[in-house]
């Protein structure tokens, strides 16, 4: 269903009554197309504090003193300065902010230039894990957490801010440190993460392949690996028959990758249009049957490099008004059936070192819901089982685990939802309207990559900085 109220709020009449009245007004987003891949403007790089990626201590590092990381950005194809009057980015190094005194200059690098930053912008804040044998190094790292959902919040205009923690073990030095972040900078400064704000992101120790499998960071900067880094790799997506699922295998095929389409046979007409039309299998397949993992095992002999568990439903109702069916039956298809497959599917070594699980979650699975005991226990639950799960297999199998965590996303079962209901929803978040499958897709394909072996264990939300949940 279309968001009207977006629509007309574009207008001069619907501008007009928005500012007189302070109503929201939705800034059209910058979302990846080949027509237009990448954000537009240069990219301000800053340090506060004294950089553990190469940087320089003061409130604008240069960028040939950037090292390592002045070199990775470089790669992302915006224009690194030390200055620029509107910015596209913003990246401000402060892993070696370690005191309050140092933390002053977070606010001195970046005070002068958010209202500067373009429509659409990324701000970008690199901080450092917080360290349990200095509490004075914890408590501000802790800061800025604060501080970056609380600027998410102010920036307006479509814009998004970050923070990215690099973890010490993410390799010896700068250089491996920048390296192992390098995908996860390219998602959050691309316009792929376009409705991805307010969110604190871990890169640690892990296997991290450039794209087409190259070991020479000098050649990680190849445009066409990153345009295509799941050349060669195969995906399933499980619930790919319309909706995210569907827009997910869309985005992993047009990352190059071979895609598996499951869904319930009842489906089976429409899957078969999306795999056919992406080139792609389809996997007429019941996700809760006992015997599903091994069928699916069966149905991929060569194994299997990324999993998407994306299936789910709801069957919404008050906890007093909810049969037991009704409970049992969102817990099967949304936790019991991920947690038999993924066991089943590591055991068989169908997932091949290098791989990837991502599970769906939802910001009601962190924030709870009237009307979903059921669903936000199911998704809760994907966020217990990504951080018990993830450091486990990795060790024992090379692979990673992750998961999104929608918000409010513009799908047929969004559009059935109650108007004020709905409303709320599209409004409650610090961009002021509905994601699309698309957002959801593109944070799957970032967690996917090659190049994101030092994401492991994170919860990402894809909501617009829901102002519900942290």
Request: charged letters at 20%; glycine letters at 12%; aromatic letters at 4%.
């Amino acid at each position: 269903m279309a968001d009207r109220y977006l629509q007309f709020s574009r207008t001069a009449p619907g501008r007009f009554l928005a500012r007189r009245l302070g109503l929201p007004q939705p800034a059209e987003l910058h979302r990846w197309s080949a027509e237009r891949p990448a954000l537009e403007g240069p990219l301000l790089h800053l340090t506060a504090g004294v950089s553990r990626l190469g940087g320089s201590a003061g409130s604008a590092g240069s960028v040939g003193s950037a090292g390592s990381l002045g070199e990775v950005l470089a790669r992302t194809g915006l224009e690194v300065r030390a200055a620029a009057d509107r910015p596209a980015a913003v990246v401000l190094d402060a892993t070696g902010v370690a005191d309050v005194e140092a933390l002053a200059e977070v606010h001195a690098a970046l005070h002068p230039v958010v209202r500067s930053v373009a429509d659409s912008g990324r701000v970008v804040v690199l901080g450092a894990p917080l360290d349990p044998a200095d509490h004075h190094q914890a408590a501000v790292q802790q800061g800025l957490e604060g501080f970056v959902r609380s600027l998410g919040k102010e920036m307006g205009r479509g814009r998004t801010v970050s923070l990215v923690r690099i973890a010490s073990d993410a390799g010896a030095g700068g250089g491996a440190a920048a390296a192992a972040a390098e995908s996860t900078l390219r998602f959050l400064l691309s316009p792929k993460s376009a409705f991805v704000s307010g969110q604190v992101i871990e890169v640690g120790g892990g296997e991290v392949s450039a794209p087409e499998d190259s070991e020479r960071p000098e050649d990680w900067g190849r445009p066409e690996d990153w345009e295509r880094p799941l050349a060669g790799r195969t995906a399933l997506v499980t619930g790919a028959a319309r909706g995210i699922g569907e827009a997910v295998a869309e985005t992993l095929a047009r990352d190059g990758a071979r895609v598996v389409c499951l869904d319930v046979p009842a489906a089976q007409s429409d899957l078969v249009k999306v795999a056919d039309r992406l080139g792609g299998s389809a996997l007429p397949l019941d996700i809760t049957a006992d015997d599903a993992g091994e069928r699916i095992a069966a149905a991929l002999p060569d194994g299997l490099d990324v999993l998407v568990h994306n299936a789910g439903i709801t069957r919404d109702r008050k906890l007093a008004n909810m049969p037991a069916e009704q409970w049992s039956s969102v817990l099967d298809v949304n936790l019991a059936s991920v947690l038999r497959t993924t066991d089943s599917l590591l055991k068989a070594g169908t997932l091949r070192t290098g791989g990837r699980i991502v599970a769906t979650a939802s910001i009601a699975g962190l924030a709870g819901n009237v009307g979903q005991t059921n669903y936000a226990a199911s998704k809760a639950g994907i966020v217990g089982l990504v951080r018990a799960l993830a450091p486990r297999a990795a060790a024992e199998h090379g692979v990673t685990v992750n998961a999104v965590a929608p918000g409010f996303i513009e799908t047929r079962m969004t559009a059935a939802v109650p108007l004020f209901i709905r409303e709320a929803g599209r409004r409650m978040n610090s961009l002021a309207q509905g994601g699309l499958p698309v957002d959801v897709a593109e944070t799957t394909a970032w967690f996917a990559n090659p190049g994101s072996g030092g994401v492991n264990g994170q919860v990402v939300r894809v909501c617009g900085q829901s102002l519900l949940g942290a």
